[in-house]
């Protein structure tokens, strides 16, 4: 009896360490409010609903990736972002699946002097009550860098995409409609490449306010009850092909700055204003 049991111990222990091994060693979250400690690769088992008074998911750790695997995270608060990351953390990965509600979709903000690199990728994000996607480096962080890829935004009464104070990284393949304020804004931001996005039915298409060494290629802004694309007190922005048509207000708009280039095949022309 004593070898059946050891047996049986052992056998249990394997097929328990076989289950760890074959989930690639990532941590499931089964429900709401979470907040990560610790690195490692972390995913949703489940669709959840959080009502509580606070974020269902908060990022509390360096290196830490976060897969909703296709499922929803929803918040029916709007005091809290859905998922929020406020601290000095930097190597966070948010990716693929449907985020709802909340003041913010998914909020990621450096508070200190610190390096901060954050990805958010492949999400559906909706009815919030400010923004989308909110990354900020705050305070002048060295090395602050954001990339944000083939996100859906739909129906949020702030910014679809805001990145403030960020130094380097990629605004590419996004679609943001109806966005209370602008579906894409860049402000105080540096060393970034925005492509091929799309933003239709929102209060303005692309904003890019007091940043330097922009990139702007290949985006279509239309519908916009504003701009489609305006560049304010910003330098050194370099802008081709882009496409901005059916917008209420001027379609592309270069507003004071300097250094700022028209590579060509934007459509319209741009209307550049001296400051």
């Known amino acids: 009896m004593k070898k059946i049991a050891k047996w ?18 990532r941590v499931p979250i089964h429900s709401a409010p979470v907040t990560i400690t610790e690195p490692g690769s972390y995913y949703l088992s489940r669709s959840i609903v959080h009502s509580g008074a606070d974020s269902a998911i908060t990022i509390a750790a360096d290196n830490v990736t976060l897969d909703l695997m296709g499922h929803t995270l929803r918040s029916t608060g ?20 449907m985020v709802r509600g909340g ?18 990728e492949g999400l559906t994000i909706r009815d919030c009550a400010y923004h989308g996607i909110f990354l900020d480096g705050r305070y002048g962080a060295g090395n602050a860098q954001a990339r944000v890829f083939r996100n859906r ?22 679609e943001v409609q109806d966005a209370g304020y602008e579906g ?4 105080t931001c540096y060393f970034l490449r925005v492509a091929r996005n799309a933003v239709t039915t929102s ?5 890019i306010d007091w940043s330097i060494a922009i990139s702007v290629v290949e985006n279509t802004l239309s519908d916009n009850s504003d701009w489609g694309m305006h560049v304010k007190d910003s330098s050194h922005v ?17 507003d004071g700055g300097s250094g700022n280039i028209d590579a060509g095949g934007n459509y319209p022309a741009a209307s550049v204003k001296t400051p």
């Open 153 to 174: 935004i739909h129906d949020v009464e702030g910014y679809g995409i805001l990145l403030r104070r960020i130094t380097g990284g990629r605004v590419e393949d996004n």
């Open 238 to 254: 370099v802008y081709r092909e882009n496409m901005a048509y059916r917008n209420i207000q001027d379609a592309i708009v270069i």
């Open 203 to 207: 209060r303005g298409g692309l904003l």
């Open 103 to 120: 003041s913010v979709g998914v909020w990621l903000a450096n508070t200190e002097d610190y390096d901060f690199q954050a990805t958010v």
């Open 184 to 187: 894409i804004k860049l402000d």
């Open 78 to 97: 709007t005091g809290y972002a859905v998922i929020r990351l406020n601290g000095r953390y930097t190597d966070i990965v948010v990716r693929n699946g």
């Open 8 to 25: 049986a111990l052992v056998t249990v222990a394997l097929l328990a360490a076989g289950a760890v091994f074959a989930s690639g060693g």
